[in-house]
């Protein structure tokens, strides 16, 4: 059974830092991982998407990459700020149709 | 607005009632999934459908739960004899079975039963 962890549970940073939120997941043979931002009380919001033919996506200040050898991803956000503050979630999907979720990465930016 | 919506958006009721939610996806997705999130975790699959057909069911999904999506557009989610533990926020997300087959999330519908 795939099982996703993501690490760590919670992160504070001042504004202006670069970060790196990390996902790891059990069985390597995955069809796609994608990112995703949640804020309090409120649905999801598609970040990234990366095949697993892929190693890296980008998207603004956001890059997310994936190494399924090791099962790990990176969420790579670059000069953080406030209205970045949320969580932060990175599910799996193999080759059935159901996604496998970490609890998510909460995030505070200072200003 | 061409996203998903999901109605409603909060739903309070007593314990051993029925409830339904609705999700209408975007439109010319084929594919649609309903998910559970408690708080502080992960959202958590509970079934699929491609079109009108219900192809996959977690064994989240008991005998008090049925989904449907009769006419392969909008889909309903009902809950009969609620519990105390049903309370959590639902998400429906669809997709489009071609391509990337990225999958786009609703607002979600937070039931508490009390």
């Known amino acids: 059974k795939q099982e996703v962890t993501q690490i760590p549970a919670a992160l504070s940073v001042p504004e202006g830092e670069n970060l790196v939120l990390n996902c790891s997941f059990t069985?390597?043979?995955?069809?796609?991982l994608q990112w995703f931002r949640q804020d309090p009380g409120k649905g999801l919001t598609s970040l990234l998407l990366?095949?697993?033919?892929?190693r890296e996506q980008t998207s603004g200040r956001l890059n997310a990459s994936l190494d399924k050898s090791s099962g790990r991803s990176t969420l790579y956000i670059a000069a953080s700020q406030p209205g970045d503050s949320a969580t932060y979630l990175c599910?799996?999907?193999?080759?059935?149709?159901?996604?496998?979720f970490g609890a998510g990465t909460r995030l505070t930016v200072k200003p | 607005d061409t996203g998903v919506s999901q109605d409603p958006r909060h739903k309070i009721t007593k314990r051993g009632q029925n409830v339904t939610f609705r999700c209408d996806p975007i439109?010319?997705?084929?594919?649609l999934y309903w998910y559970r999130q408690t708080l502080g975790q992960g959202p958590e699959f509970l079934t699929y459908?491609?079109?009108?057909?219900?192809?996959?069911k977690s064994r989240l999904l008991s005998d008090r739960f049925s989904a449907e999506r009769p006419k392969g557009s909008f889909s309903t989610l009902e809950i009969q004899r609620t519990e105390q533990g049903d309370s959590a926020m639902y998400l429906c997300?669809?997709?489009?079975?071609?391509?990337?087959?990225?999958?786009?999330f609703g607002p979600g519908t937070r039931l508490t039963v009390l």
């Open positions: 599910a799996v999907r193999e080759n059935n149709n159901d996604m496998r």
């Open positions: 459908f491609q079109n009108e057909a219900q192809l996959e």
């Open positions: 997300a669809s997709s489009l079975e071609t391509g990337i087959d990225e999958q786009f």
């Open positions: 439109s010319e997705h084929n594919r």
């Open positions: 990366i095949q697993s033919s892929q």
């Open positions: 069985d390597s043979a995955i069809y796609n």
